[in-house]
């Protein structure tokens, strides 16, 4: 059974820090792409990030660009989110989620439905 566990939310404040986390377990596939998705509150869920563990091709939506960073550890199963320069609009539950199609890395966070597994969220506030 595929899990993923997300963690590293928390409170605080604009202009602050945060890592998320999230494990991954279970899977066979021997290349995959996991992704972040956030849900804000009385907003859809949108895709953030997304990296390929095979290349370790990154995407990012424009409203995180260059104050989100995502990377991996592939030997542990592990993807990361460094989010950086919050802004109280990126509060949200935050997402992980996994495929193992890698050729559709490109549109994963345009895409959610792209995903095949997701890990309960992380809930991510920051204050003004």
Do not use: H
Not at 105 to 128: A, F, N, R
């Amino acid at each position: 059974e595929v899990q993923l566990q997300a963690s590293g939310g928390g409170l605080v404040q604009a202009g602050g820090s945060l890592r998320l986390s999230c494990a991954a377990s279970g899977f066979t596939f021997d290349d995959y792409a996991i992704g972040w998705f956030r849900q804000a509150p009385g907003k859809e869920r949108e895709g953030v990030s997304c990296i390929s563990s095979s290349d370790g091709r990154t995407f990012y939506a424009d409203s995180v660009k260059g104050r989100f960073t995502i990377s991996s550890d592939n030997a542990k199963n592990t993807v990361y989110l460094q989010m950086n320069s919050l802004k109280p609009e990126d509060t949200a539950v935050y997402y992980c989620a996994l495929t193992g199609n890698i050729v559709v890395v490109p549109w994963l966070i345009e895409d959610e439905g792209l995903m095949d597994y997701w890990g309960k969220g992380t809930l991510v506030t920051v204050s003004s």
